[in-house]
Nanobody, 122 residues
Framework: QVQLVESGGGVVQAGGSLRLSCAASRRAFTEYGVAWFRQAPGKEREFVAALSWSGGTTYADSVKDRFTISRDNAQNTVDLQMNSLKPPDTAVYYC????????????????WGQGTQVTVSS
């Protein structure tokens, strides 16, 4: 079992930046692929970015060139640096871990955090 805890959410003005972190209960991030998803009110949970155990990354088109996913082995976290934030980025952001690769599909991931709220004001 792996427990995931997200942090770093908050309220920011459009154009601003936030850095989210996902911490694991054990040193799982060198064994699993990790992804960030988000869910806005009234909408389905959607893929944001993913990082494979070997370091490969992929992003949703809506966040490409603005968001960066990375792993900090010393801190045992996977982070999501979010720049040039826009009001449509407002959502609860979830960290997920699963198999070694990565996928934009929710069922690929076995473990989920509780989420952290990101609100972008115009």
């Amino acid at each position: 079992q792996v427990q995931l805890v997200e942090s770093g959410g908050g309220v920011v003005q459009a154009g601003g930046s936030l850095r989210l972190s996902c911490a694991a209960s054990r040193r799982a991030f060198t064994e699993y692929g990790v992804a960030w998803f988000r869910q806005a009110p009234g909408k389905e949970r959607e893929f944001v970015a993913a990082l494979s155990w070997s370091g490969g990354t992929t992003y949703a088109d809506s966040v490409k060139d603005r968001f960066t996913i990375s792993r900090d082995n010393a801190q045992n976290t996977v982070d999501l640096q979010m720049n040039s934030l826009k009001p449509p980025d407002t959502a609860v952001y979830y960290c997920a871990a699963g198999q070694r690769g990565y996928s934009p599909d929710l069922p690929y991931y076995d473990y989920w955090g509780q989420g952290t709220q990101v609100t972008v004001s115009s």
